[in-house]
C-alpha cells in the first residue's frame, strides 16, 4: 500500500497562488473523482478542505480550488495568506494519503 | 455541535496493550463509517483503520492487520482501537474521523497520544 506522492513543500508570497499535486495510479486517483484534501496547522487536527476531487466542505473559503487530471490531482490556493501556511495531505479512495506537503507563505 | 472526543492513550511498553475510545456526539453516528488515522512525531498521517455503520466490517492498514481491532458501540456513539503487540513503531497521535465517503474525513477529534517504549 504505496503512499500518494506529494511535493515535500511549495511557498509562495501573500496573493499569489501556489499548486500541490497529489499523484497516485490508475488504481487509485486515476479510478474515480474520491480525492480529497486536508489542511493541518501544527499541533493541531486537521481539516477537510477538498473531497470528491473539487467539492468544498462548508466554510472553505473559494480560494481553495481542487482538480484532477489523469492520475494527478492538484490542489490550488489562490490569494495566498498567512494562516494558510500548513501542511497539505491528498487521500484517495483508497484509503492512502500523501507523504504530504509544507505550504510556507513568504 | 459536533464533537468527536478521544481518550485511552499513554506510555505502554513494547508489547503491551492499550485500548482508545472515540465518543460522537452531534451527528448520526449509527449511520456514519468511523475511522482512526495515526501521525508519528513530526511524521505524516497514516490511515489506520475503518469499519463500517453496523460493525460487520473492519478494514486496516497491513502494518495493522492481526495486531489491532476496531469496533463500534452504536448505542454508545463510540468507535474504539483494541491495539495489541505494541511496538515502538506504534508511537503516534491517533485520531478518529467520520468518514463522509471515500475518504472524505469531515470530522475530527484532537487525538490521542500513544506512547511506546522499548
Known amino acids: 500500500q504505496s503512499a500518494l506522492t506529494q511535493p515535500p513543500s511549495a511557498s509562495g508570497s501573500p496573493g499569489q497562488s501556489v499548486t500541490i499535486s497529489c499523484t497516485g495510479t490508475?488504481?487509485?486517483?486515476?479510478?474515480?473523482?474520491?480525492v480529497s484534501w486536508f489542511q493541518q496547522h501544527p499541533g493541531k487536527a486537521p481539516k477537510l478542505i477538498i473531497y470528491e476531487v473539487s467539492k468544498r466542505p462548508s466554510g472553505v473559503p473559494d480560494r481553495f480550488f481542487g482538480s484532477k487530471s489523469g492520475n494527478t490531482a492538484s490542489l490550488t490556493v489562490s490569494g495566498l495568506q498567512a494562516d494558510d501556511e500548513a501542511d497539505y495531505y491528498c487521500i484517495s479512495f483508497q484509503a492512502r494519503f500523501g507523504g504530504g506537503t509544507k505550504l510556507t507563505v513568504l | 455541535e459536533v464533537q468527536l472526543v478521544e481518550s485511552g492513550g499513554g506510555l505502554v511498553q513494547s508489547g503491551g496493550s492499550l485500548r482508545l475510545s472515540c465518543a460522537a456526539s452531534g451527528f448520526t453516528f449509527s449511520s456514519s463509517w468511523m475511522t482512526w488515522v495515526r501521525q508519528a512525531p513530526g511524521k505524516g498521517l497514516e490511515w489506520a483503520a475503518n469499519i463500517n455503520p453496523d460493525g460487520s466490517e473492519g478494514y486496516y492498514v497491513d502494518s495493522l492487520k492481526g495486531r489491532f481491532t476496531i469496533s463500534r458501540d452504536n448505542a454508545k456513539n463510540s468507535v474504539y482501537l483494541q491495539m495489541n503487540s505494541l511496538r515502538v513503531e506504534d508511537t503516534a497521535v491517533y485520531y478518529c474521523?467520520?468518514?463522509?465517503?471515500?475518504?472524505?474525513?469531515?470530522?475530527w477529534g484532537q487525538g490521542t497520544l500513544v506512547t511506546v517504549s522499548s
Open positions: 490508475s488504481n487509485d486517483v486515476g479510478a474515480y473523482n474520491y
Open positions: 474521523a467520520r468518514d463522509r465517503a471515500y475518504g472524505a474525513l469531515d470530522y
